[in-house]
């Protein structure tokens, strides 16, 4: 009998972002290609991000709630959202002054993992893959 590897329970620190059902899924299986923010984060391209499905908006700085971990993408590039990517975005409508952030090299997450769903972007300790 082998001896279980020391990395096989090895965690690690992934930035995540939160968004609201059912476009965590709709990501992770590729239907949607921009996410649309009124904000852009600090540093990009920002690569390894978790994408965390929740239920509700999250619109005060303290909010957080039971979320999922539903894939892990790269933001390639953020530029100002156009009115001719609203099906990219799957939105139901557009509005000026929003930016849209590029995903890309989706990486689906096929087991059901429960994590915490809070505000902009932050940093969850899940098991490496």
Do not use: C
């Not at 299986?29 to 996410?35: A, D, F, H, P, R």
């Not at 509700?56 to 100002?80: C, K, N, R």
């Amino acid at each position: 009998m082998d001896a279980p590897f020391l990395w096989d329970k090895m965690k690690k620190f992934y930035p995540a972002l939160s968004i609201v059902a059912p476009m965590g899924r709709q990501i992770s299986q590729g239907n949607k290609t921009l996410e649309i923010r009124s904000w852009r984060p600090e540093q990009w391209p920002l690569k390894d991000l978790i994408i965390v499905e929740n239920k509700h908006y999250l619109t005060h700085e303290d909010d957080e709630e039971l979320g999922y971990a539903v894939a892990m993408v790269d933001v390639e590039s953020i530029h100002s959202w156009r009115e001719d990517e609203l099906d990219s975005a799957m939105a139901s409508y557009w509005e000026e002054g929003y930016w849209a952030w590029v995903l890309t090299n989706v990486r689906p997450i096929h087991i059901s993992m429960p994590v915490i769903a809070k505000r902009k972007i932050y940093f969850i300790e899940i098991d490496h893959a």
